[in-house]
């Protein structure tokens, strides 16, 4: 077969694709819906950090992973590329942003380029999934707290002290094991 | 100094007791040593005198600042109020000066340079140690309101925090009770009233008293009198420092925890005997053991339960009635008296 395969024409992003988009209901229909999500797109470019429904941003997010992607890809000088910035973002100024600021941070970079946290839901809310949506590298102190592989916090302190307790016991068993075996050798 | 202790300790003996013989029930020591302890604090604050002020600068999320707190007066905790109330519940210990770790509710005397450390900062060590500590602290104030007034609790002292050793002790005098053993609904009991403790997030107070009025605060406990003279030898300023606890006033060098809602996950897994040599005063001791987790810390319940197993075994820390025997329940007379 002549024809290409249809996953090499794009790009692959690096996050999960739901295999059906989101209609996001808007009284301008699909446009209304593409309208929104510029909305956001251009309010994540801008802040770096945004805390939207769930809903939203996961959509969204799948729109400026592909963004970042192709302008990684084709550079500033690709007229495809550069409509597809000028439409996605609102503000003019963002697209200086994206090719000279956001390229040049992920460009050797290999794992997604935003990231998406669960935050805290209101209280007595439904149906609200509140979301932090993140460009990753942003200058925001960190989210989420990666110290649990400190070796000095007190819970793994203890754990640590257990398990050495535990292996001096066993090796105390062996030794006790291996003196028996050969004082029953002689006898036998 | 001696003047006013004496005139507000007399007068106290005059409510509660009217005969000449002392004689107080746990209860009443307690409420008295309460009173007495705030009456003292109330008179350090009134002799502060003028406010003067100092030049506090505050290192830390969200930004660098710098406050003016009030000298002999304010406090990290009122710093941490400035600023969030995620800093005054999360902060364990405040840190002056890059070096000196300071109780979170003892006054600021200097200008200096502020952090407030929480669990999770990236060396815990002292906020670890003084974790533990306040652990024993507390269970020195359960194991006192959890018993019947029928039964005499007289604290004796815990050791230096050492956390590898997987549990936490206090080691308590219970004269009423010559040949306890604890079941497992007791246990249950104990952990349930420590539980309950923590739960009122109280502040930990911290105080420095002379050593004449701590020994009156502590008249009825024959063993902490006996070690606060040299406890207050041992301190460069011949005062003793006391920490308190809902109504419970307890010695401890400190530093301490915030307040008691740090404490997150606890028990109290075991009551073992110490027995006294024949030259010491006390014939044995009650040896209370526990293991707790700071607040916010998930551990599953298997791993949680290795470290409860862990905790029940009698602790190895030095016994304070037969310092140089093994810590069992039976002594080694022959052992040494044939090294001897």
Same mark, same amino acid.
């Given at each position: 077969m002549n024809q290409a395969e249809v996953t090499k024409l794009v790009s692959k992003l690096?996050?999960?694709?739901?295999?059906?988009?989101?209609?996001?209901?808007?009284?301008?229909?699909?446009?209304?819906?593409?309208?929104?999500?510029?909305?956001?797109?251009?309010?994540?470019?801008?802040?770096?950090?945004?805390?939207?429904?769930?809903?939203?941003?996961?959509?969204?997010?799948?729109?400026?992973?592909?963004?970042?992607?192709?302008?990684?890809?084709?550079?500033?000088?690709?007229?495809?590329?550069?409509?597809?910035?000028?439409?996605?973002?609102?503000?003019?100024?963002?697209?200086?942003?994206?090719?000279?600021?956001?390229?040049?941070?992920?460009?050797?970079?290999?794992?997604?380029?935003?990231?998406?946290?669960?935050?805290?839901?209101?209280?007595?809310?439904?149906?609200?999934?509140?979301?932090?949506?993140?460009?990753?590298?942003?200058?925001?102190?960190?989210?989420?707290?990666?110290?649990?592989?400190?070796?000095?916090?007190?819970?793994?302190?203890?754990?640590?002290?257990?398990?050495?307790?535990?292996?001096?016991?066993?090796?105390?068993?062996?030794?006790?094991?291996?003196?028996?075996?050969?004082?029953?050798?002689?006898?036998? | 100094m001696k003047k006013p202790v004496m005139y507000l300790s007399s007068s106290l003996f005059g409510k509660l007791l009217p005969r000449s013989k002392r004689y107080l029930s746990t209860k009443e020591a307690i409420e008295r040593r309460s009173h007495l302890f705030n009456l003292e604090k109330k008179r350090q604050l009134e002799n502060v005198g003028?406010?003067?002020?100092?030049?506090?600068?505050?290192?830390?999320?969200?930004?660098?600042?710098?406050?003016?707190?009030?000298?002999?007066?304010?406090?990290?905790?009122?710093?941490?109020?400035?600023?969030?109330?995620?800093? &005054? #519940?999360?902060?364990? *210990?405040? +840190?002056?000066?890059? =070096?000196?770790?300071?109780?979170?509710?003892?006054?600021? &005397? #200097?200008?200096?340079? *502020?952090? +407030?450390?929480?669990? =999770?900062?990236?060396?815990?060590?002292?906020?670890?140690?003084?974790?533990?500590?306040?652990?024993? +602290?507390?269970?020195?104030a359960c194991a006192t309101v959890a018993f019947k007034d029928t039964v005499a609790v007289k604290l004796h002292s815990f050791p230096g925090p050492d956390i590898r050793s997987g549990s936490f002790i206090y080691d308590i005098d219970l004269p009423s009770l010559p040949d306890w053993k604890p079941t497992q609904q007791e246990l249950h009991t104990l952990s349930a009233e420590y539980v309950m403790l923590s739960r009122k997030a109280l502040p930990i107070e911290r105080l420095e008293v002379s050593e004449e009025l701590a020994l009156e605060m502590f008249v009825e406990n024959?063993?902490?009198?006996?070690?606060?003279?040299?406890?207050?030898?041992?301190?460069?300023?011949?005062?003793?420092?006391?920490?308190?606890?809902?109504?419970?006033?307890?010695?401890?060098?400190?530093?301490?925890?915030?307040?008691?809602?740090?404490i997150g996950k606890v028990s109290v897994t075991s009551v073992h005997q110490l027995v006294g040599t024949p030259e010491s005063d006390v014939n044995q001791l009650y040896r209370f053991q526990g293991v707790a987790l700071p607040t916010g810390v998930v551990l599953n319940h298997f791993a949680y339960s290795i470290l409860i197993e862990r905790a029940k075994k009698l602790n190895p820390a030095r016994s304070p009635i037969n310092p140089f025997g093994e810590p069992s329940h039976t002594t080694h007379k022959e052992n040494i008296a044939a090294t001897a």
């Open positions: 690096r996050i999960k694709i739901p295999p059906k988009h989101r209609k996001m209901s808007s009284p301008e229909g699909p446009e209304g819906r593409m309208n929104k999500l510029r909305k956001t797109v251009t309010g994540l470019f801008k802040y770096e950090r945004i805390e939207l429904n769930h809903n939203r941003a996961d959509e969204a997010r799948q729109y400026a992973e592909r963004l970042i992607a192709e302008a990684i890809n084709h550079g500033d000088c690709h007229k495809p590329t550069m409509e597809m910035a000028d439409y996605w973002l609102l503000e003019k100024e963002l697209v200086h942003k994206l090719f000279k600021v956001l390229v040049p941070r992920y460009e050797n970079s290999n794992t997604a380029y935003t990231r998406m946290l669960r935050a805290p839901r209101p209280e007595y809310s439904y149906n609200t999934e509140k979301t932090v949506l993140e460009l990753r590298g942003n200058p925001y102190p960190p989210l989420h707290n990666k110290q649990a592989n400190n070796r000095q916090l007190l819970q793994n302190i203890l754990l640590d002290a257990a398990k050495y307790e535990y292996r001096q016991t066993k090796y105390a068993e062996m030794a006790e094991n291996i003196g028996k075996n050969e004082q029953e050798k002689p006898s036998v | 003028r406010i003067e002020k100092i030049e506090v600068n505050y290192k830390g999320v969200p930004k660098d600042c710098t406050l003016v707190m009030n000298r002999n007066i304010s406090t990290p905790y009122d710093c941490a109020k400035h600023l969030t109330q995620w800093h &005054t #519940e999360s902060s364990v *210990l405040a +840190l002056l000066d890059g =070096t000196i770790h300071w109780d979170m509710h003892r006054p600021l &005397t #200097e200008n200096c340079t *502020l952090e +407030l450390q929480n669990f =999770t900062v990236s060396d815990p060590h002292q906020v670890n140690k003084a974790f533990w500590r306040s652990c024993s +602290l507390v269970l020195g024959e063993h902490k009198t006996k070690q606060i003279p040299s406890i207050a030898r041992s301190n460069a300023n011949g005062k003793v420092t006391l920490y308190k606890v809902d109504k419970y006033v307890d010695i401890s060098k400190g530093p301490m925890i915030s307040h008691t809602a740090q």
